[in-house]
């Protein structure tokens, strides 16, 4: 099975700031990665696809890169709407697997 | 619109059976291949199962095999999930999501297995 990781596990940032989360594969997975925003009590939502694409209708502040065992999520200008868990998820081989989350609070 | 809602979920006794439902609407269902996937109480996403858009190949979670049964009715726009021998450990929120990189997910449907 493929194991995912994420860091930070959590952090804390300010409106404004630049945040990045970085998912790790114990093998390579292509692009064969998305990325989730979550918020407490609410579905999944997807941000990017294919490691680096921008789901329609997400803002351009969000963006994905990586490729084979290392990937990032990136928010330029994190906003108050931004603060939730974010999980990446490997769908290359089954049993599909998610990181473990990256919950991103106001500091 | 892509709309996927779960329903079936509630409260059942270790050992009992549930099954839960997805409805599709917005898509050509039976062109999609559709997952489930769980969330225990305060935890992580989990993978559950995986059926391919004609239900001839399905895939399980280790922790799900031999007791949940993924299905589909293409007819109906219908994906389920039989689950047989719940345990404690699958209490969870249930999500049904579409295709292979899950670009869309229904609001969820509680399970609590406790006596």
């Known amino acids: 099975d493929i194991q995912m990781t994420q860091s930070p596990s959590s952090l804390s940032a300010s409106v404004g700031d630049r945040v990045t989360i970085t998912c790790r594969a114990s093998?390579?997975?292509?692009?064969?990665l998305g990325w989730y925003q979550q918020k407490p009590g609410k579905a999944p939502k997807r941000l990017i696809y294919?490691?680096?694409s921008l789901q329609s209708g997400v803002p351009s502040r969000f963006s994905g890169s990586g490729s084979g065992t290392e990937f990032t999520l990136t928010i330029s200008s994190l906003q108050p709407e931004d603060f939730a868990t974010y999980y990446c998820?490997?769908?290359?081989?089954?049993?599909?697997?998610f990181g473990p989350g990256t919950k991103v609070d106001i500091k | 619109e892509v709309q996927l809602v779960e329903s079936g979920g509630g409260l059942v006794q270790p050992g009992g059976s549930l099954r839960l439902s997805c409805a599709a609407s917005?898509?050509?269902?039976?062109?999609?291949?559709m997952n489930w996937v769980r969330q225990a109480p305060g935890k992580g996403l989990e993978w559950v199962s995986y059926?391919?858009?004609?239900?001839?190949?399905?895939y399980y979670a280790d922790s799900v095999k031999g007791r949940f049964t993924i299905s589909r009715d293409n007819a109906k726009n219908s994906l389920y999930l039989q689950m047989n021998s719940l345990r404690a450990e699958d209490t969870a929120v249930y999500y049904c999501?579409?295709?292979?990189?899950?670009?869309?997910w229904g609001q969820g449907t509680l399970v609590t297995v406790s006596s």
């Open positions: 093998q390579g997975i292509r692009n064969d």
């Open positions: 999501a579409r295709e292979d990189d899950f670009d869309y």
């Open positions: 059926i391919s858009s004609s239900g001839s190949t399905i």
């Open positions: 294919a490691a680096s």
């Open positions: 998820l490997q769908h290359n081989s089954y049993p599909f697997t």
């Open positions: 917005g898509f050509t269902f039976s062109s999609y291949e």
